[in-house]
């Protein structure tokens, strides 16, 4: 089954499949060799300087490109040697690259080594760990506001008035973007306040409890 490749992610595809097999080399070389990082632009930029064979304006592309394919892979709950083949499909089958079905076994061998970088496996395991759940959080935005209070006759001036406090939560669930929203007055601010800053200090303790044992965090 071919893949749907995300538009922006085109032209490094088209980079890593004419990497050479040296260029290669120093890329899984660079990334297994490297302390695990979640953000791919700053992986791109420790590994800039073990990869002469990969131009600079090319490898944060390619990278990002890498870890988009890794989060993906480990999402579809497919098996590794299945994915790359439906990849290399989806490559012979644009004719942006200009590649031929004769190009599929060298394409495949790429991949399936680009695709299996130990630190990588790691870090798409532990956020799809990290993010297996029904929702996932996107963002959120406090909307606050005076609600003014009339009287018996509306065409006098309010009363008085009201400050309410709206929070709209954004979420990812079944891969659809959703949102709701809850009205919180000023207790509710402090509280929600306590429970964020309580939540702090235990990741704050169990971040001591890894390094008191050896095991690296994450920083995802």
Same mark, same amino acid.
């Given at each position: ?9 085109? #032209? ?28 791919? %632009? ?46 290399? /499909? ?42 297996? %759940? ?13 609600? #003014? ?10 009363? %008085? ?17 959703? /949102? ?41």
């Amino acid at each position: 089954m071919a893949l749907q490749i995300p538009k922006q992610h085109l #032209p490094a595809i088209g980079k890593i499949v004419k990497l050479s097999d040296a260029a290669i080399d120093e890329l899984i070389k660079a990334l297994s060799s490297a302390t695990i990082t979640a953000e791919a %632009s700053t992986m791109a930029e420790k590994i800039a300087g073990s990869v002469p064979g990969v131009r600079p304006e090319d490898l944060a592309a390619i990278v990002e490109t890498l870890y988009s394919l890794y989060h993906v892979r480990e999402f579809s709950e497919v098996r590794h040697a299945r994915f790359v083949r439906d990849l290399v /499909e989806t490559i012979l089958s644009n004719p942006d690259f200009g590649l031929k079905k004769t190009d599929a076994p060298i394409i495949g061998k790429k991949l399936q080594r680009l695709l299996n970088v130990k630190t990588l496996n790691i870090l798409s395991k532990a956020i799809r760990l990290q993010r297996d %759940s029904e929702r996932i959080y996107c963002d959120a935005r406090i909307i606050s506001d005076v609600r #003014p209070v009339f009287g018996d006759n509306v065409e006098e001036r309010p009363i %008085s008035a009201v400050i309410t406090h709206t929070l709209k939560l954004g979420y990812d669930e079944m891969g659809e973007h959703r /949102e709701f929203f809850v009205v919180l007055d000023e207790q509710d601010l402090n509280a929600l306040q306590d429970v964020l800053e309580r939540a702090k200090a235990k990741g704050d303790t169990l971040t001591e409890i890894l390094n008191a044992a050896s095991i690296p965090r994450l920083g995802i």
